[in-house]
Every structure is written in structure tokens, then in C-alpha cells.
């Protein structure tokens, strides 16, 4: 055995020069924090950071401003800027080969490179200065790196430089996040309405009765259980589905919650800001103070960026503030096509009309290219197979889409001019919440609303008889709003928001429940005193409130008898003693969680396998099931039994049993085991850990166990939840909270690499300007 220990010498060896080597590649390509350095501005600008490396740019005016920012975003974020903007471009195989081709596929229908290169010669002159200035500082940022950033090394390719455009296709990768149904949804909603009777058909899609929280204070009532039996194409589908599980929660979502001045010590109107997103390293947003100007001429705005983007995106300027929650409206519509005699026409109002066509040239690292046709016509591309009978308008692929208009918001000085702002801005619509100093608060879409006239908002509708069209977009007039209401009070958390005209207006993206902003808005409505430490503590908020009824039906359902047939004691004393909270130490959550999750899977698992027959998915459909559900199991009437159940009572006893198995196969048979922080660790990991051998987990933040879930102000997954915490109120920013889950820098020897994560991770207050400066950097004039 005198062999071993030469060879491990050498495996020794062999490992530190691997590890010197990537260590060596890593240290050459960090970011310049300190010093001095020539860059194409008018005047001196300034980058300094504090211990956590919040960003602050000083410069003598805005475009000076974006050229620092942009700067700073490149240093310390390029590769997460090149995935936005390869994301929404199609363009990723490029970078990672084949694996990324059918997204890339997935993304060039949509052909935003060419959307984004006709809208920017069409954009006002200083936003166009502004993308320019932010552009040629990405680009100084990047080139003044020593080294490219590690991932490219990693992945042996070069970064490529930033273009104008790139910042456009930025904000449609948030389209593609924010909006990304492509049209799947109204299509499975199409299916449904088809298969089954339209009683059955409005009380599975009803909006939520029992969990309302509107800010108009708008109402909608139950919709009834139909008299009818089960529909027969349900209750007989014999293939089981594959995807059985629900759509359960709209994961793409936020909090956004305000008060009025006269519920705050200090005058102004308070802001509570949580942005619900995939959590990854490095995170979502930047923090960042912009200052320029100065005397009385000076401004300053405080936030979070998005690196790619040269604006503020949500914070404070000192006079308002404003956070945002995706709207969850409706804005794109599923065309039915009618087909003319010639294969190569389809039917418009005007007549017949042919189709257009456009190349797109995909090219995937290690292969030859690929060419895909993509088929379009007046309203939008053709859909893809098996969907080609189909067409899709999305807001997106309007120039009404896409402007800086959201920089305005960096010096507004009111609600009112908060609100005219938002009309004109072109980003994916959102809930927009504004408070200013002078105490008052409102609630409007930021983002374009298209105006429409439709049969049916929900389903594939026939246009070419000009019976449904689009006619442009609302006019500032007609948007609607809330401002100043009498509760003080205002809250969106993805659910319905308003009813009435507006709702017709927005129409129906898929809403979520209102049973989280049904408690933050008894949250709000607990104190008649409000403060940034008590808006913070309801974005902390994880009482498990909306599970109450379904721990009471679980209790229903362990009858001695069943308890003592199955072994279901210790089980049953979970769920009594232990399941008021989504707390990392709680079994007992973990167990009801489990039960309603199977409990709906197993009632609308006839809808899935319709679905999945259809080439779609249960979670395709708008429909959120709590609400249909429930009313079905409270109903308990035999004739609406699910098959392959005989009665209620077996459907939800074979609920506790198999998700009690489920549970008990994911934690070594010890329901002890079974605790909710060992099922939700964050798994906050760099896109490419995986692929680098012993090392890369070195990138990833650690597995730790997290409060939190869906259905209550703290939404927390491993992969998706608050990607900021923020609560300010203008003129107060002093006294504000602003935290992210990771860090600042996406470059693992970066000091800011992990800076916040610790602080997000712990309920710390972070502050919401920054600190003592610890980092200057000096970009000087050239010449």
C-alpha cells in the first residue's frame, strides 16, 4: 500500500493548483472600490460605498449619474445584466449551448431584439442621452475590469458590450416574468369553458367571497354550487394526470402597503415595499443612491436599481415615495384565427390578409446555427405547435411597451404628479403605491392599459369580424386610482385590488387570493399608530391564519377510529399543538400544509388530466382552486365526488394518509423530522455552482432554514420570495429599512458578495440610505 500515499500527494497538489487557479482568475477580476480613474464625463463623479457596499453616485448632473451607475452595475454585475438581456432576446444558447435552446425557441417568437431596435430611435432625445451615458459607463466599467468577469472565464467565452437596446430588452425580460403566460392561460380557460356547463364553468373560476380585500372596500359574492352533478367529462376521465398539481399561488407577485400622514409621528405618508421574485446569487435589485446637481438645483433619490436599467426603480426622492406589486391584470388576449381559402391568408376585418414571416438565427455554442420562421400576423405572432390556430397580443409588442418614462418619478413632488407619471410609463403594468411628505397616499397602474372591446377577456376570441378588437391605450384621465382613502389605510398584494368599471378595465390575469392582503390589511388596522419597525414587522408577519379552517377540517377528519386504524396519534397531536405558524421548528404547519395541498390536487385532478390531454396544464388555468375547492368539500354532496373517490369522507382520509406518506418519505420515516424549516431551506444558489466541481458551492448562500410560505405577508420558498424589504417615507429616508437577500456584488471576493444576506436572513433592520462611507472611487473627466 506504499502507492496511496504518493498518489494522494498528487491528488493534493493537484487540488490546490486548482483551487490557486480559480482563486488567481477570481482576485484579477474583482471590482475597483477605491482609488481614482479617467472616464468620458463632464465632471468629477464620485462612487462610494458603505460596509455593506450600498451604492452612492455624486455627480454635477443626471447623465453624469447614469454613466456612474452604469459603471458601478458592470463592475460588480455584467453577468447577471448579459443573462436579462440574452434571456428576453433568445439569445442564451450562445453562452450555454444546447441545454438553453428551448427557451431560446420559446423567447424568439416574441422577437424583442427587433421590438427593442425600432423603439429606441423613437424614444425622447434625453432619454435616449440617458441610455447612452448609462451605456458607454457599462461599457467603461466592464473594459476597466482586469480581468473578464469569472463566469465567462468558466464558460470560455467573451462578454460582449452593452448596447442601447440591451437595456430595453432588460425591462422585456420583466415582461417575461411579470406577464409570461404567452397565452396558455386563456387557452386552458378556453378548454374548460368548452367541456363543461356554464354553471359549473362560473363557480370554478369565481373570485374569492371569503377572502376579500379590495381597497374600493368591493364586494363580490359567492357563486353558488351548481345543482347539477359533477360535469360527466370530469368525474370520467380515466388517464390519470401526469402534473397533477395546482396553481396554487400567482409566485410572481409582492406586498406593497401604505398610511396615510396621520397615522405616522412624523407627517409623512409610510411605505412598505416586499417584491415577490426568484431568489437567486446575485439577487434581483441593487441598492443605490443617485446625487447630482447642486445648492437648490441638487437631487437625490434612493432605492433599488436593476443592473441593465439606468433608473431608480423603486425608493424615495425626498418628496414621494413608491414601491410597486405586480398588477396580475389581464394584458395580452389569445386570437382564434379563421383561415382563409388560401393557406397563406387569414381573415381580418379589411378581408383576407397574408401572413408575414421573419428568420430568426439562433446560435448555440459548439453547433451550427439554428434558423427558426417565425409566422406573424397584424396582432401578433402565431402561436406555437400545437397551438397554430392561434394568435397572441400581448401589450408587450406595442411601442406604448417600453420608455424611460419611470426616471420621471426620481423628482416628482406629490401623489397627483406620482399619478400622471405612471399613465405615461411603459413597463409591465403594476400595482403602483405612492406616499409624500406631505402625508398623503395613493393607489394607481403604473404601465400601459390597452383599451379593449371583447366578448370574453378569458377565452380564445374570433377577430375578424371586428367585433373584438384593441382600440390604443387609456389616456391618463381614465386610469384608475384611490387616493386619500378614509381608513388611512392602503395594501395590494396580486389579489383583486378594485371592482366595478375598473376591474372591467383590467380584467383578470389569474388573482391571487386576498387572504395575504386580507392580513396585512388587519395588520394595518391593529394600531391606529403607525412606524417603519411596524410596517416591517407585518412583512415579517408568517401566522399561518389562512390555514385555521383547514387544521379544523384535518381534526374533523382524525375521528378516534381513523387515528387508531392508521397510527395517526403523534400526527394528531402535531396538528393540534403546533401548526399556528410556518415557523422553521413547526411540524404540525408542515402536516396541514400537506393535507389541503392534496386534498385540492386530488378534487381537480380530473382537470389536470383534461388539461395535460390538451397539451396544457392544470396550472395553465386562472382559476385558483381554495375557493371551488372548499365550497365542494363543505357541500359535501355525493354526486360531485371527484372520481376515483366514492364519498368526501374516503377523498380526504386518503388526503391525510398520502400526504402523511409523502412527508414521512422526505424525512427518513420521523414525522419529527417533518419540520417546515427542513422542507423550505433556501436554496439561493449562482446559475453556474452546479457546474463547477468541489468548488462551486462555495458560491451558493447557505441552506438555511426559512420562516414563511404562500398565503401570508412573509412569502418565503427555497427559490422564490421577498427579493427586498423595503419601508420609507419621504423626507424621513433617515429612519427607513432597505434589505436584500444577498449581497451587492455578484463576484464571490467581493466583500458586498454576501453582505445582506446575513441581515434579510434574520429580520434585521438594514438602513434605508447608507452608511459611513468605507469605498471611494473617483471617475475623472478624460483630457
Avoid at 359549473?200 to 372596500?217: E, G, K, T, V
Avoid at 446637481?293 to 426622492?317: K, R, T, Y
Avoid at 404547519?589 to 385540492?600: G, N, T
Amino acid at each position: 500500500m506504499k502507492w496511496l500515499k504518493p498518489i494522494f500527494y498528487v491528488v493534493i497538489t493537484l487540488v490546490a493548483i486548482i483551487a490557486i487557479t480559480l482563486y488567481s482568475a477570481l482576485h484579477s477580476s474583482l471590482p475597483l472600490y477605491e482609488g481614482a480613474t479617467s472616464a468620458e464625463v463632464t465632471a468629477k463623479v464620485q462612487l462610494s460605498r458603505d460596509a455593506q457596499g450600498y451604492l452612492t453616485v455624486r455627480a454635477q448632473n443626471r447623465l453624469d449619474a447614469a454613466y456612474g451607475l452604469g459603471f458601478a452595475h458592470a463592475q460588480d454585475r455584467y453577468f447577471q445584466m448579459d443573462l436579462l438581456r440574452r434571456n428576453s432576446a433568445g439569445e442564451l444558447s450562445e453562452l450555454f449551448g444546447e441545454r438553453a435552446l428551448p427557451t431560446d425557441i420559446s423567447r424568439r417568437m416574441h422577437r424583442f431584439r427587433d421590438r427593442a431596435a425600432a423603439i429606441l430611435p423613437t424614444l425622447p432625445a434625453p432619454q435616449r442621452a440617458l441610455l447612452q451615458h448609462y451605456t458607454q459607463g457599462v461599457n467603461e466599467g466592464l473594459a476597466q475590469l482586469p480581468m473578464r468577469p469569472f463566469e465567462y472565464w468558466l464558460l470560455q467565452q467573451k462578454p460582449a458590450a452593452w448596447q442601447d437596446t440591451d437595456s430595453l430588452l432588460v425591462v422585456y425580460s420583466m415582461y417575461l416574468d411579470l406577464q409570461g403566460a404567452a397565452g396558455e392561460d386563456e387557452l386552458a380557460q378556453g378548454v374548460l369553458k368548452q367541456a363543461i356547463p356554464d354553471d359549473w364553468y362560473q363557480f370554478l373560476n369565481q373570485h374569492s367571497s371569503d377572502w376579500q380585500a379590495a381597497i374600493d372596500d368591493s364586494k363580490v359574492a359567492a357563486v353558488p354550487l351548481p345543482a347539477s352533478d359533477y360535469p360527466r367529462v370530469l368525474s370520467d376521465q380515466k388517464v390519470a394526470c401526469t402534473d397533477c398539481r395546482l396553481r396554487d399561488s400567482r409566485d410572481i407577485g409582492s406586498n406593497n402597503f401604505s398610511v396615510s400622514g396621520k397615522l405616522t409621528s412624523h407627517g409623512a405618508a409610510l411605505l412598505a415595499d416586499d417584491m415577490h421574485l426568484g431568489i437567486r446569487v446575485p439577487g434581483t435589485w441593487f441598492k443605490a443612491q443617485l446625487i447630482w446637481g447642486e445648492g437648490e438645483d441638487q437631487h437625490s433619490v434612493a432605492g433599488v436599481s436593476l443592473p441593465g436599467a439606468p433608473s431608480i426603480v423603486a425608493g424615495s426622492n425626498g418628496h414621494v415615495a413608491w414601491g410597486f406589486t405586480n398588477s396580475t391584470a389581464d394584458w395580452h388576449d389569445v386570437i382564434q384565427l379563421q383561415a382563409d381559402e388560401n393557406p397563406q391568408r387569414y381573415i381580418t376585418p379589411a378581408g383576407p390578409k397574408e401572413y408575414s414571416y421573419n428568420n430568426e438565427v439562433i446560435k448555440v455554442k459548439g453547433l451550427a446555427d439554428v434558423v427558426m420562421l417565425v409566422k406573424e400576423t397584424e396582432w401578433g405572432p402565431v402561436m406555437p405547435a400545437p397551438f397554430e390556430q392561434f394568435a397572441l397580443r400581448w401589450v408587450a409588442y406595442d411601442p406604448q411597451a417600453l420608455n424611460l418614462e419611470l426616471q420621471q418619478l426620481e423628482q416628482a413632488r406629490s401623489v397627483d404628479e406620482a399619478f400622471t407619471i405612471a399613465a405615461k410609463v411603459g413597463m409591465p403594468a403594476q400595482n403602483l403605491l405612492v406616499t409624500d411628505k406631505q402625508g398623503n397616499h395613493g393607489w394607481t397602474i403604473i404601465g400601459p392599459i390597452p383599451k379593449r372591446t371583447l366578448l370574453d377577456m378569458d377565452t380564445p376570441q374570433d377577430w375578424s369580424t371586428g367585433a373584438n378588437y384593441w382600440d390604443g391605450y387609456l389616456a391618463a384621465s381614465d386610469y384608475p386610482t384611490v387616493k386619500n382613502p378614509d381608513s388611512q389605510r392602503l395594501w395590494t398584494a396580486n389579489s383583486r385590488v378594485v371592482g366595478g368599471d375598473a376591474l372591467k378595465l383590467l380584467g383578470d390575469g389569474g388573482y391571487d387570493l386576498g387572504a395575504r392582503g386580507m392580513q396585512i390589511r388587519d395588520g394595518l388596522l391593529a394600531t391606529e399608530q403607525h412606524s417603519e419597525q411596524s410596517l416591517h414587522q407585518i412583512q415579517l408577519d408568517h401566522r399561518a391564519l389562512f390555514l385555521k379552517r383547514w387544521q379544523q377540517l384535518l381534526l374533523e377528519v382524525l375521528s378516534e377510529d381513523f387515528v387508531a386504524r392508521h397510527q395517526l396519534g403523534q400526527y394528531r397531536s402535531y396538528v393540534e399543538l403546533d401548526s399556528a405558524a410556518a415557523s422553521p421548528t413547526s411540524v404540525g404547519y408542515s402536516l396541514v400544509r400537506a393535507f389541503r395541498d392534496q386534498s385540492l390536487q386530488q378534487i381537480f385532478a380530473p382537470i389536470a388530466s383534461l388539461m395535460e390531454q390538451q397539451k396544457l396544464k392544470m396550472s395553465d388555468l386562472k382559476l385558483v382552486p381554495e375557493t371551488p375547492g372548499w365550497a365542494l368539500i363543505q357541500a359535501k354532496r355525493p354526486a360531485t365526488v371527484p372520481a376515483p373517490f366514492i364519498s368526501w369522507q374516503q377523498l380526504l382520509e386518503q388526503a391525510v394518509l398520502k400526504s402523511r406518506d409523502e412527508l414521512l418519505a422526505k424525512t427518513e420515516g420521523d414525522l419529527a423530522n417533518a419540520r417546515w424549516g427542513l422542507l423550505n431551506q433556501a436554496k439561493i444558489e449562482h446559475p453556474l455552482s452546479s457546474a463547477i466541481p468541489w468548488f462551486g458551492q462555495f458560491l451558493n448562500m447557505p441552506a438555511s432554514e426559512m420562516a414563511g410560505d404562500r398565503h401570508m405577508p412573509r412569502v418565503q420558498l427555497p427559490i422564490h420570495g421577498q427579493s427586498e424589504r423595503m419601508v420609507v417615507a419621504p423626507g424621513q429616508e433617515s429612519k427607513g429599512i432597505l434589505t436584500i437577500p444577498a449581497g451587492q456584488s455578484g463576484h464571490p471576493l467581493s466583500p458586498f458578495y454576501r453582505a445582506d444576506h446575513a441581515f434579510w436572513l434574520d429580520e434585521t433592520e438594514l438602513g434605508f440610505l447608507p452608511g459611513e462611507q468605507k469605498y471611494l472611487l473617483e471617475l475623472q473627466p478624460r483630457g
